[in-house]
């Protein structure tokens, strides 16, 4: 799996997820439980991850969808 975003944005992270899903592609959503353990503060980033079959096809459609710049440099997990 690579990573594809890392933040602490809720919006994005549903708006990236809904992308995702209608695209057919199939993604994890990491550390979302983490929030029981920090109090629900937001403080640690939630990451996207995606298979590493469908990293190009992910990073294309999300440069396309504006947020190229949220995007986790290549090679950089």
Request: proline share 3%; hydrophobic share 45%.
């Amino acid at each position: 799996m690579d990573e594809l975003i890392r933040t602490n944005d809720m919006v994005l992270i549903s708006f990236v997820d809904a992308l995702l899903k209608e695209a057919g592609i199939e993604h994890i959503l990491a550390d979302q439980n983490m929030s029981v353990i920090e109090g629900s503060l937001g403080v640690l980033p939630r990451r996207i991850l995606v298979a590493s079959e469908d990293v190009d096809a992910a990073r294309r459609l999300l440069t396309e969808a504006g947020i190229a710049d949220e995007l986790r440099p290549k090679g950089r997990d």
